[in-house]
């Protein structure tokens, strides 16, 4: 199952690096062909909000380059006595998969949701283990295995 889940979090990365190339070829596809018009400021104008959409693109690749690095660093296989990265975590509450936030993996026998360590639910999970209790939204839910 954690193998199945860490390819739906590569899978999610990839579709999204194809979107954002995608998005950064369009842009620069669209200064390129731009030629000097005799608006002048509405072609100025134009070019910096194309630059800015990019600026904006490349960061978001940036943000996804250290998405792919937390990916990296899980190993599925490895064994531990507390629920950390890589971790999937059966709650009262729901099923958690600590990766990156990738949404939702359905699967036969139901959905975990994949999430950062960096996400709330995650902070309240990270270095517990199974029978702990932890409080959500004002409930109290219990830790019902981890591996």
């Not at 937390?70 to 990265?85: P, Q, V």
Request: hydrophobic share 40%.
């Amino acid at each position: 199952m954690k193998k199945a889940l860490l390819q739906f979090c590569w899978d999610h990365v990839e579709v999204r690096s194809k979107r954002l190339k995608l998005s950064l070829e369009g842009l620069q596809e669209s200064l390129d062909s731009e030629t000097k018009s005799t608006a002048g400021d509405k072609h100025e104008t134009g070019r910096a909000m194309v630059q800015l959409e990019q600026e904006k693109l490349a960061q978001q690749v940036q943000e996804l380059e250290q998405t792919r690095n937390i990916l990296k660093k899980i190993d599925i296989e490895r064994k531990s006595n507390s629920i950390g990265l890589g971790s999937l975590v059966k709650t009262s509450l729901a099923d958690y998969f600590i990766a990156i936030s990738a949404g939702t993996f359905k699967h036969e026998s139901g959905m975990v949701y994949c999430i950062s360590a960096k996400a709330p639910i995650a902070q309240l999970l990270i270095g517990k283990s199974m029978g702990d209790n932890f409080m959500f939204n004002g409930k109290t839910n219990a830790i019902l295995s981890f591996e």
